[in-house]
């Protein structure tokens, strides 16, 4: 398996906390993902990185925002926390050339109460 | 709305059966890729074809592309129990920065 780890894996929190999730990968990979996942919504993009403090607007970024300092590590920020934002989220990594498949993190269960 | 729409939104096949699934598309992409995701699991990468490519294979899976159509197709070919789970088609759009965006997905069951 691609060395990608999601942090934390479970987490209830109430609304209007702030919350960081953490991906963290130790394969070198340029890009790196976060997407969240909802039934009948399939998986949608936040938010994206291109390079270290590259990133740019996925299609539902809005109530996140994202960090990259070092290659190693991709943090999804909700700001302040809504109900609507209680979802399965994923972290992937891709690399160029040749072999451009993402592998993705075993996800991040957030509810918000 | 999202780049990448599949179809059916359900399959339910018998073992043995051909499975195929489809895939649409709204702009201009460098390469289309197919996932998996068992429950409750993360997606796990099945096969990718380039904007110059038509057809792959790999293994029991075939992908094709119609870029003027914008449109894929996967198949799985005799098709086994273990292959149920969801299916997603990916596309990286050209001149993002290698944005990937998915579809909602299909879900494949296949009955022993």
């Known amino acids: 398996d691609a060395g990608i780890t999601q942090s934390p894996r479970h987490k209830v929190t109430e609304t209007g906390t702030p919350v960081t999730l953490r991906c963290h990968q130790t394969e070198n990979h340029r890009y790196m993902y976060w997407y969240r996942q909802d039934p009948g919504h399939g998986l949608r993009l936040i938010h994206y990185?291109?390079?270290?403090?590259?990133?740019d607007k996925g299609e539902v970024s809005d109530g996140y925002s994202v960090s990259r300092s070092k290659t190693e590590d991709f943090l999804l920020t909700l700001e302040s926390a809504t109900s609507s934002q209680t979802s399965v989220y994923f972290c992937a990594i891709s690399s160029t050339g040749a072999f451009p498949e993402a592998f993705f993190g075993q996800g991040t269960r957030l509810t918000v109460v | 709305s999202q780049q990448g729409e599949e179809d059916p939104q359900a399959l339910s096949i018998q073992e043995g059966e051909n499975a195929t699934m489809n895939c649409s598309y709204k702009?201009?992409?460098?390469?289309l890729q197919w996932y998996r995701q068992n429950s409750g699991r993360g997606l796990v990468h099945l096969i990718l074809i380039r904007s110059n490519e038509r057809e792959k294979h790999s293994g029991r899976l075939r992908v094709t592309l119609d870029t003027s159509k914008k449109s894929s197709s996967l198949l799985i070919t005799a098709s086994r129990a273990a292959d149920t789970a969801s299916y997603f088609c990916a596309t990286d759009v050209t001149g993002a920065n290698s944005k990937l965006t998915f579809g909602k997905g299909i879900t494949l069951s296949v009955r022993p």
């Open positions: 702009t201009s992409i460098n390469n």
């Open positions: 990185s291109y390079g270290v403090k590259d990133t």
